[in-house]
């Protein structure tokens, strides 16, 4: 209990069978890593930047707030693209780990506008709020200068986040939609949501 036992491997079938060999030891697979953002893994933590991102600007740190909300929003495009297999240009090495917001956001509505159509159009002003987002409220560079904006903009834009953030979990049981199924076709864990989302017909 006073030790801590870390294994750090290339080797993905040793990495398989250490896994299977010890089911309780916590296992993180990183995708790349930089001096500047540290390591990233394959788990997607959104909320948990936004978290923090919301306790830096009750803080009174709107750069940094700014610097985390424009994060959460690009893991949050990143885990969307991925799972909905959207149709993004191959980079090779770490330059593929990491892509620009409009970038995604291209992919992502490519892919909505083929196989949810509706659910494109519901989510189209949520979108453009989060582009103007971009260039303003979460943009570093404007909050150097004088005419920086306040933080009631970047506390709009976590929200605006948070928003697109819910279009993709289950109201009831908290899963993403692709937890089961394909890009295609998605579900949740419990089964009552699914990707794309289907209209219920109500009785006349």
């Not at 299977?20 to 990183?30: D, G, I, Y």
């Not at 090779?92 to 620009?100: F, H, M, P, T, W």
């Amino acid at each position: 209990s006073e030790r801590q036992l870390i294994v750090l491997t290339h080797d993905q079938p040793f990495f398989e069978h250490l896994s299977r060999r010890a089911p309780a030891w916590r296992r993180l697979e990183f995708t790349s890593w930089s001096h500047a953002s540290g390591p990233r893994t394959t788990l997607y933590e959104t909320r948990d930047i936004l978290q923090h991102a919301r306790e830096r600007l009750d803080r009174g740190d709107i750069h940094d707030a700014a610097a985390r909300a424009r994060r959460a929003l690009e893991e949050l495009l990143q885990e969307v693209c991925e799972a909905l297999w959207a149709p993004l240009p191959f980079r090779r090495g770490q330059a593929n780990d990491k892509r620009e917001i409009g970038e995604l956001l291209k992919g992502l509505r490519r892919t909505l506008k083929e196989r949810a159509k509706l659910q494109l159009e519901s989510i189209e002003p949520l979108l453009k709020n989060l582009e103007a987002d971009v260039g303003a409220a979460l943009n570093v560079a404007v909050h150097a200068s004088r005419d920086r904006p306040g933080g009631s903009d970047v506390r709009a834009a976590l929200e605006r986040i948070a928003a697109l953030d819910d279009t993709w979990s289950c109201p009831e049981c908290r899963t993403r939609v692709w937890h089961r199924g394909n890009p295609d076709a998605g579900r949740c864990k419990c089964g009552k949501s699914t990707f794309p989302p289907v209209r219920l017909l109500t009785a006349p």
